[in-house]
């Protein structure tokens, strides 16, 4: 199992990092859209849809994104492509509460098509995101955004295997601590005090944040950004559990499935972007 996972770690990296360091964003939008797709598919399949429905629902997730390429959304802020990242952005910070709180039997109560219609504009928000700031910033400037995840995802790990005692929510994921939690957000405040003194606004997003507004605030931003990380986990483990499933899919060997792994980032990309714009 853990010799699958490495090999699928290493190709998924070779393919990601050359795509996003490929010459133009073509390339990486293309490969953000398929994985859209694919989360579209397990999105559906969560949903409780089955057979040929989540085939549509993928491919209405993956044309939504090249809709939005051809428009090019992802070139400039337009009315539209804001009004999207906003939407999708207050729908997270202000359902995420309720459903968190209502606990793993709510997600059924939800009407499907409603489920779905949420899972396609979170999906889309998080492909329009991640590809306006690489075509507008530039590859290292959207892996720092990332990286958040990154560091709050790791830095929680060891953090909690050390001092995790008290269970975060241990009816939705049980492996999470408050020590986690708190230890993820502390490395990640220093990972952006680091980035926001030693490089420039066109190289990261933290010292962009900073440069716009005030370094306490662009601290406090990077606070939200961190509880709507460990947050966006949350609610997949809840959708998962409300569905009975482990794992979002198999389509990716030794991880699970594309939602598995992007979990973190469906929060946390929209909601980087809409801080930008909103500090703009």
Not at 179 to 193: E, M, N, R, Y
Request: proline share 4%; charged share 10%.
């Amino acid at each position: 199992m853990l010799k699958q996972r490495i090999i699928t770690a290493i190709i998924l990296l070779i393919v990601l990092l050359g795509a996003l360091f490929a010459p133009g964003h073509q390339a990486f939008s293309l490969l953000m859209a398929l994985a859209i797709a694919c989360a579209g598919w397990e999105w559906a399949r969560l949903s409780g849809f089955s057979g040929m429905a989540n085939i549509l629902w993928a491919l209405l997730a993956v044309a939504g994104c090249l809709l939005m390429g051809l428009a090019g959304w992802q070139l400039q802020a337009s009315n539209a492509s804001t009004a999207l990242i906003t939407l999708v952005s207050l729908l997270w910070l202000l359902s995420t509460p309720w459903l968190l709180r209502a606990g793993v039997p709510v997600w059924q109560r939800i009407p499907r098509w409603l489920r779905m219609t949420a899972g396609l504009l979170v999906l889309w928000a998080t492909w329009l995101a991640i590809v306006q700031l690489l075509a507008q910033h530039g590859p290292w400037y959207l892996l720092s955004a990332m990286a958040l995840v990154w560091v709050a995802d790791i830095a929680a790990y060891f953090c909690g295997r050390a001092f995790g005692k008290r269970k975060l929510a241990p009816s939705i994921s049980p492996g999470k601590s408050w020590a986690g939690a708190i230890g993820g957000a502390l490395f990640v405040q220093l990972f952006a005090l680091s980035c926001a003194w030693l490089t420039t606004p066109e190289q990261t997003v933290y010292a962009n944040l900073a440069a716009r507004s005030h370094l306490v605030i662009m601290l406090l931003a990077v606070l939200l950004l961190t509880v709507m990380s460990v947050t966006g986990d949350l609610v997949e483990s809840l959708i998962k559990r409300s569905a009975g499933l482990k794992d979002s899919s198999q389509l990716l060997p030794g991880h699970g499935g594309v939602l598995d792994r992007i979990d973190a980032l469906l929060p946390v990309m929209p909601i980087t972007l809409a801080l930008l714009l909103w500090l703009s």
